[in-house]
């Protein structure tokens, strides 16, 4: 299985299952010199663990980074960051029932098909385990950003929805409640709902925003690595995404050119920004903000039809430690994702002109 790296200058490869010994992964090209702040790489990993609130997973694990390479007295060095993470808390029993069945619109059958084998433990490499590892990377790649700024927070959870603009809401309430939500009445409400559609045995789906503030200019590449391209590739690449939108997004169409663009200030910036911060595929200065819709989660506690490997249709009933609503967990995800695509870019702008 190929495709285990992202990334050009700043290149993150992972490694590992959910129920195998850990998971990790190697940063190359990481500048030598930051100074790490190893509690705020904790604070992230802690965002994303399992078993944080009433309202994820109950798997236990204390996502723990061990670093193993790359960091002398405190520092980069320059050289690959090799970390890993200790898998502590696998119920592989949990999983006998899927070793036979597919869980219909999880990835078991296609990693059959495909390889003709698979570890079943947990979802093994299809587990959304393995992001946590790119929590790690995109905390380190925050510490050299600088004065760039990376929030994401949930907007939407089901149908309630969050009807205000990132500059209406105050983000830093965000992290003071599980949902994640920003608008402290909504998350009270999208909070009983998660719970609610847990004691169905169910899932729900949601919005996670972000915002990216104090972007410089010129980050991006004008044909195929448009900053919004990369963008979308990393956010798309996050277990369960089915959507990605920026600036305007679909809303957008509804608009007539007139409406749409963005006029601008003698300086450069621009009066509205349904630009989202990126022209041409290349920062213009102003925020960049977009939205990304994650599925309900295909692992259910109701019984339902599934597929057998030998092609038989059975009834299934769903067991283990699960989700029923994953945008609380994907927030610092997401931002470690879009942390990766700027810390690249940032990288790789220093190659743009002499
Ligand atoms: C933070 C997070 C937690 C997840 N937890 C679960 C889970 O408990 N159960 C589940 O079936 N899927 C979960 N998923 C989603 C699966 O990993 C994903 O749906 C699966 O790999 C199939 O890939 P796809 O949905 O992208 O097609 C989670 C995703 C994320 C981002």
Do not use: W
């Amino acid at each position: 299985m190929a495709a285990n790296s992202f990334g050009i200058l700043y290149r993150l490869t992972t490694f590992g299952e959910s129920h195998g010994p850990a998971i990790g992964g190697v940063i190359d090209g990481c500048p030598a010199g930051v100074t790490l702040d190893f509690e705020a790489i904790q604070k992230d990993l802690d965002r994303r663990k399992p078993g944080q609130s009433a309202i994820v997973t109950q798997r236990k694990e204390p996502d723990e980074v061990e670093f193993l390479s790359g960091i002398f007295e405190g520092k980069t060095t320059g050289t690959p960051i090799g970390f890993c993470i200790r898998n502590t808390n696998q119920k592989s029993q949990d999983y006998s029932h899927i070793k036979q069945q597919y869980r219909p619109s999880h990835a078991d059958y296609v990693y059959d098909e495909k390889y003709g084998f698979r570890d079943y433990r947990g979802g093994g490499r299809s587990s959304a385990r393995e992001t946590a590892s790119r929590v790690v990377a995109g905390a380190i790649a925050k510490q050299f950003l600088n004065p760039i700024t990376i929030q994401a927070y949930v907007s939407a959870v089901g149908s309630l929805q969050l009807e205000k603009s990132p500059d209406q809401l105050d983000l830093s309430l965000a992290e003071q409640n599980i949902v994640r939500c920003p608008d402290p009445q909504l998350a009270v409400q999208m909070e009983e709902y998660i719970k609610q559609v847990r004691k169905e045995g169910d899932t729900v789906g949601g919005v996670v925003s972000c915002v990216i503030k104090n972007v410089p200019k010129g980050l991006g590449a004008p044909v195929f690595d448009k900053l919004h391209a990369v963008l979308g590739h990393a956010m798309l690449s996050i277990n369960a995404v089915k959507g990605f939108e920026y600036g305007s997004g679909f809303e957008g169409i509804k608009m007539k050119g007139s409406e749409h663009n963005d006029l601008y200030h003698e300086d450069g910036t621009t009066l509205t920004n349904r630009s989202g911060g990126v022209q041409g595929g290349i920062s213009n200065g102003m925020d960049i903000y977009f939205n990304v819709a994650f599925k309900p989660v295909a692992t259910i506690m109701q019984k339902q039809e599934a597929l057998t490997h030998e092609g038989e249709l059975v009834e299934m009933q769903g067991k283990g430690r699960h989700d029923p609503c994953v945008v609380p967990r994907a927030v610092p995800i997401v931002e470690a994702m879009a942390a990766l695509v700027l810390a690249d870019f940032t990288l790789l702008k220093r190659a743009d002109k002499l």
